[in-house]
């Protein structure tokens, strides 16, 4: 990883209680479907990699039985996650270099953080950590590309598409160890205000790169469009959607 990306990977806990105030959760359905090959097992055992503040941790914990850890690289995040769920064991790690033993989970699950992976040398601490059949699952949360209220905005503001913040792709993994990588969508309708999209959005890593005059400008310019637009005066729902690619170790 170059130092720019290293650097925008952990630019966020800068805004965790942001971070964590506004950003989305992930729908129950994506969890429940990227856990499905572990229907039978007694007690698994979850890691949420990349934790963050705990997104997804927090959808783990509706589960019955088993057990989740988190690992972030992040102190101000991890800090964030350990006040809202303090019963979880959080580690401070990074995925290329995971601190736990081999073989030791029954899934590795990843949300809004793949991207910023060394992938070559994340996935093989993954398969490290991962028992035979355990599941990979790489999950992230966008705007829905097929509604118009979010991405007519992003895909022509300026700073937006100059620092690349409006991107719904996802590579999948491709370790020799992980079998098939399949995928499915999930809606994620997210309720929400002015205020809190345009403070969702400043948590975005190219936002965090901006100038501060540019970061107030883009503001600026968000919250004039979302108060034109009559479908979000008050509370509104932004129309998300959760994608989710699950492979198995062989």
Do not use: C
């Amino acid at each position: 990883m170059d130092d720019e990306r290293s650097r925008r990977s952990l630019s966020f806990g800068s805004v965790a209680a942001a971070y964590a105030a506004h950003r989305p959760g992930y729908p129950l359905a994506a969890v429940a479907w990227a856990l499905e090959p572990l229907t039978g097992r007694a007690a698994p055992q979850l890691l949420d990699l990349a934790a963050g503040t705990g997104k997804l941790t927090a959808a783990l914990l509706t589960r019955r039985g088993g057990s989740v850890t988190a690992v972030d690289p992040d102190r101000a995040m991890l800090a964030e996650l350990r006040a809202r769920h303090p019963t979880v064991r959080a580690v401070e790690g990074r995925a290329e270099a995971i601190p736990l033993p081999d073989a030791s989970v029954d899934a590795v699950l990843v949300g809004q953080a793949w991207h910023w992976f060394d992938t070559g040398r994340a996935e093989a601490e993954i398969v490290r950590v991962l028992r035979p059949g355990g599941v990979l699952a790489v999950v992230r949360n966008d705007e829905d590309p097929d509604a118009r209220l979010m991405n007519e905005f992003l895909d022509f503001d300026v700073l937006s598409a100059r620092e690349g913040g409006h991107d719904h792709g996802l590579t999948p993994p491709s370790h020799e160890v992980l079998g098939p990588v399949e995928q499915r969508r999930f809606a994620n309708p997210h309720r929400t205000d002015i205020d809190s999209t345009v403070a969702r959005v400043g948590t975005f890593s190219w936002m965090l790169a901006a100038r501060p005059a540019e970061r107030a400008a883009f503001e600026r310019r968000l919250r004039a469009y979302l108060a034109s637009r009559s479908e979000t005066s008050g509370a509104f729902t932004l129309p998300l959607v959760t994608t989710v690619l699950r492979a198995l170790r062989r």
